[in-house]
């Protein structure tokens, strides 16, 4: 079965809110975390990333927070915008030999204004 | 710098043709990578090159060969097509120094018939 899973398939916000998505991961081995962001008709984006040993790390808008407990990943987006529109991906590394990032199937992220 | 550059952008086959993908790199990273992503789902890896000289199988490597050409390009071959192989096939590659990050090309649309 799939080792990377997200929560939702579909997520809609209002221009201006905050919003968060889901994965849950299944490996509890895996020590690299990255969200990636896909526009229509273009090769996945990386956002951010983040490792096993940290539980939280932030960039421009994007928070990403990690619960090795319960092998749960989100990706928070303050003041969300509609180019924000767009399909999120959560990998994880399995491999340390050829690290083959292991993708989930994605949350599409719907921004209205 | 282009960054990760594929060829062809789209492409329509019959079953039976074979065709090679191509793919280069101007970031003088040593990984690479070919995914398939189909409708709905997160990528899938098919092979990839650990660095230039090594190729190793992924999640989903029948029907599909690579060659590391040299350090900038890895190819896909596609022997004989088969309409399960209709995919939008993106390569990648990581610079293998301190960062396991993967960056992404803009990907071939591929039909077979």
């Known amino acids: 079965g799939e080792s990377v899973g997200l929560h939702l398939p579909t997520l809609s916000v209002q221009e201006g809110d905050n919003s968060i998505i889901n994965c849950a991961y299944s490996n509890s081995a895996s020590d690299y975390f990255i969200w990636y962001k896909q526009e229509s008709g273009k090769g996945p984006q990386f956002i951010i990333d983040?490792?096993?040993?940290?539980d939280k790390r932030q960039g421009q808008r994007v928070t990403v927070l990690l619960n090795k407990t319960v092998k749960h990943l989100s990706l928070q987006i303050a003041a969300t915008q509609p180019g924000d529109s767009a399909v999120y991906f959560c990998a994880e590394i399995q491999n340390q030999a050829g690290t083959a990032l292991i993708f989930g199937k994605g949350t599409t992220l719907s921004v209205s204004s | 710098n282009a960054g990760v550059t594929q060829t062809p952008k789209f492409q329509v086959l019959k079953t039976g043709q074979s065709m090679t993908l191509q793919c280069a790199q101007d970031m003088n990273h040593n990984s690479m990578y070919w995914y398939r992503q189909d409708p709905g789902m997160g990528l899938r890896l098919i092979y990839y090159?650990?660095?230039?000289?090594?190729?190793d199988k992924g999640e989903v490597p029948n029907g599909y060969n690579v060659s590391r050409l040299n350090k900038r390009e890895f190819s896909l071959r596609l022997e004989s097509a088969a309409p399960s192989q209709t995919s939008v096939y993106f390569c990648?590659?990581?610079?293998?120094?301190?960062?396991?990050?993967?960056?992404f090309g803009p990907g071939t649309r591929l039909t077979v018939l």
């Open positions: 090159s650990a660095s230039e000289g090594t190729t």
């Open positions: 990648a590659t990581r610079a293998g120094w301190g960062t396991d990050t993967q960056y």
């Open positions: 983040i490792r096993s040993n940290m």
